[in-house]
């Protein structure tokens, strides 16, 4: 956790998984949404300096399956993020790990069940900060509190510079870090696709490319926490950002512009297009039958009249 004493700025990168994506597309194709769950695999992450060097690995502990796992509750499922250092192989000593428990997601957080949070711990397990969302989550504005333990008075706040809107893949998304003054200490940015291949990765899976920027001096224990609080972020709005549909079954596709929000509450917005042919068509049917019924009526009459 010292490595971070001198450090400004960290390049977070999400790796893309094959498996992950093929499972999505395979969800989309048969509008079977239950299906891309079963696909989902843990998080890997890594962590670069402003330079491009390495500095961190990070890889997700989850359950796959049970009440709390990444197939049933994903993206609010229990998880562990474990730190390494980048030549580290045998994955057993982290130097920090953040611990969040399964939430409720996406819902009003009017209750604690409700309101997402995370506990960073170093790499002997000592707690070293507490980030917790807000009663009503901060109203139009995303919003999490940073304090050293559950309960305490919080040192600093996380909020969204966006009102009402959140996620897209159309611009960056800024979520600044304030003292208890109201001081600017630092800066969580999700980094908007720079490229085509990044589109195209955004679009097919859930990894994503963020930025958390920190004061030199700001203590190091302050910034384990926010570093944390960063991977909170991810999960809480941006495991599906810019979710690409393309439904065979139902010859339609959609896309997912941004979310609304307010209160904790997040509603998604889809563009959608196709579709829609085969219910047309239905109502011709229908009428064809009403005109047939017609014929028939018109043929009962005729043989009535013969018969007088």
Not at 164 to 174: E, F, S, V, Y
Not at 292 to 307: H, N, T
Request: hydrophobic share 30%.
């Amino acid at each position: 956790m010292n490595t971070l004493v001198n450090t400004e700025k960290l390049i977070v990168k999400q790796k893309f998984d094959a498996l992950e994506a093929l499972a999505n597309a395979a969800a989309n194709a048969v509008d079977m949404d239950a299906l891309g769950n079963l696909g989902e695999v843990a998080n890997k992450y890594q962590v670069l300096t402003n330079d491009g060097g390495d500095k961190f690995r990070v890889v997700e502990q989850s359950d796959y399956c049970g009440l709390t796992g990444r197939c049933c509750c994903n993206p609010n499922h229990a998880l562990k993020l474990h730190v390494y250092a980048p030549d580290e192989v045998s994955h057993t000593d982290a130097v920090m790990v953040f611990d969040r428990p399964c939430k409720c997601g996406q819902c009003c957080s009017c209750c604690d069940i409700c309101r997402q949070e995370m506990t960073a711990y170093d790499g002997e397990g000592g707690q070293v900060g507490y980030v917790k969302q807000p009663l009503f989550g901060g109203g139009f504005a995303p919003k999490l509190e940073v304090m050293e333990r559950e309960g305490e008075e919080p040192y600093a706040t996380i909020e969204s510079d966006a009102m009402c809107c959140i996620a897209g893949l159309c611009c960056d998304h800024n979520f600044v870090v304030k003292d208890d003054e109201g001081n600017e200490i630092g800066r969580v940015v999700k980094q908007k696709p720079s490229s085509f291949q990044e589109l195209a990765v955004e679009l097919a899976s859930d990894a994503d490319v963020f930025a958390i920027d920190f004061k030199r001096d700001l203590d190091v224990r302050k910034k384990a926490t926010m570093f944390g609080a960063l991977y909170l972020i991810d999960y809480m709005f941006f495991e599906n950002e810019g979710e690409g549909k393309v439904d065979l079954v139902n010859q339609q596709c959609s896309f997912k512009c941004c979310d609304l929000y307010c209160c904790g509450c997040i509603l998604p917005c889809h563009c959608n297009c196709g579709g829609g042919g085969g219910d047309d068509d239905d109502d011709d049917g229908d009428d064809g039958d009403g005109g047939d019924g017609g014929d028939d009526d018109g043929s009962w009459g005729g043989d009535d009249a013969e018969d007088e």
